[in-house]
T-cell receptor, first 110, second 114 residues
Framework: ELKVEQNPLFLSMQEGKNYTIYCNYS?????LYWYRQDPGKSLESLFV?????AVKQEGRLMASLDTKARLSTLHITAAVHDLSATYFC??????????FGDGTTLTVKP | EAEVAQSPRYKITEKSQAVAFWCDPI?????LYWYRQILGQGPELLVQ????????DSQLPKDRFSAERLKGVDSTLKIQPAELGDSAMYLC????????????FGPGTRLTVT
């Protein structure tokens, strides 16, 4: 059974600081997704990572995938309040069936 | 921009009653997913359709939950009877298997069972 673990589960950081969220998974996969969820809202797709070494960047967020280590990271650069949300990684094992982590709730304080 | 539609957005029901949710995927998307998201957790896949066929329903509690996608377009998820533990957000997503299998999520239905 695939297990997806995110850490930290809760992250409080100051504006302007950098931080990294980690996503570890237990079995081989070369497809990983990152989503953002605002309170009471649905999931918004951030990144799709399809191969070992994949790196994608959008604004202050950068995601990477190391399939050999079974690890993905979501790096936040110079955080701003608008980035406050819950971030999920999801690993795709079979024909689109995704297993999600429990999410990292990020709070950015002034 | 095409979106996944879901209704209702909110539903309050009493324990032991029946409840149904509807999802209309993005036009042309052959794959449709129903997820359940309990507060504070990640979404859990309940059922996956490819056109009108069920691909995976291994996590669907079949004694009380049912799902159908009769014409391979929109879908209905039903719970009968509802239990207190069913209170959650029910999310529908769709994808085009010819692409990157990126899933697009609808706004969700927030179910409260009293």
């Amino acid at each position: 059974e695939l297990k997806v673990e995110q850490n930290p589960l809760f992250l409080s950081m100051q504006e302007g600081k950098n931080y990294t969220i980690y996503c570890n998974y237990s079995t081989t996969s070369d497809r990983l997704y990152w989503y953002r969820q605002d309170p009471g809202k649905s999931l918004e797709s951030l990144f799709v990572l399809l191969s070992n070494g994949a790196v994608k960047q959008e604004g202050r967020l950068m995601a990477s995938l190391d399939t050999k280590a079974r690890l993905s990271t979501l790096h936040i650069t110079a955080a701003v309040h608008d980035l406050s949300a819950t971030y999920f990684c999801a690993v795709d094992m079979n024909a689109g069936k995704s297993t999600f982590g429990d999410g990292t709730t990020l709070t950015v304080k002034p | 921009e095409a979106e996944v539609a879901q209704s209702p957005r909110y539903k309050i029901t009493e324990k032991s009653q029946a409840v149904a949710f509807w999802c209309d995927p993005i036009s042309g998307h052959a794959t449709l997913y129903w997820y359940r998201q309990i507060l504070g957790q990640g979404p859990e896949l309940l059922v996956q359709f490819q056109d009108e066929s069920v691909v995976d329903d291994s996590q669907l509690p079949k004694d009380r939950f049912s799902a159908e996608r009769l014409k391979g377009v929109d879908s209905t998820l039903k719970i009968q009877p509802a239990e207190l533990g069913d209170s959650a957000m029910y999310l529908c997503a769709s994808s085009d298997p010819g692409q990157v299998v990126e899933q697009y999520f609808g706004p969700g239905t927030r179910l409260t069972v009293t």
